[in-house]
């Protein structure tokens, strides 16, 4: 009778868990990855109906009228409606910030709350979109928008069909 007197574990059962344990690293880092977009999203559809909301009561006691439009922030006043801080916080994807439009196109009337990805002119390589299948064709222009009235679009300056994507709009008029 032989007794085997080494106990070890071999090299194949040594790589064979190794193996194991990245197959799992590597599931449990795409779920994460895939969470992390979703909350940005819930987040931001949170923010952008408190923003809608405090906006329509700035218009209701501003005898129906809404702020001036500004360039990549919300705008001065919305505050006394909010619960934030002095500043307002920046959305939720990385590099990316809340706009009020406030626009007149063709002589309509656009007011929306935009969520822009790009710095003001680009370049494209500074823009930080999010990895979901909605943002894909996205451009330098492109927004993440919340309609409050009129034709909303991503940018005043491009077409309606352009790249974006509507939180709250029934039928999405542009990202083809």
């Excluded at 894909?136 to 009235?149: G, K, L, Q, R, V």
């Amino acid at each position: 009778m032989r007794i085997n007197k080494n106990k070890g574990f071999s090299l194949l059962e040594i790589l064979i868990t190794i193996a194991i344990i990245v197959i799992l690293s590597a599931i449990v880092l795409a779920y994460n990855g895939r969470l992390k977009e979703k909350t940005y999203l819930s987040r931001a559809n949170i923010e952008l109906k408190t923003f809608a909301y405090a906006l329509k009561m700035y218009s209701f006691e501003h005898s129906g009228a809404y702020p001036a439009d500004v360039n990549r922030d919300l705008p001065a006043g919305l505050e006394n409606y909010l619960s934030v801080a002095p500043n307002w916080p920046d959305a939720p994807w990385s590099g990316s910030v809340y706009d009020w439009d406030n626009w007149t196109i063709d002589g309509q009337k656009i007011y929306q709350i935009s969520v822009r990805f790009c710095p003001i002119g680009g370049p494209i390589s500074a823009c930080h979109f999010p990895d979901e299948s909605w943002a894909e064709n996205f451009d330098i222009n492109s927004a993440y928008y919340y309609c409050i009235s009129g034709s909303c679009r991503s940018h005043q300056n491009e077409a309606i069909t352009y790249p974006g994507y509507c939180a709250n709009c029934a039928v999405q008029p542009s990202n083809p």
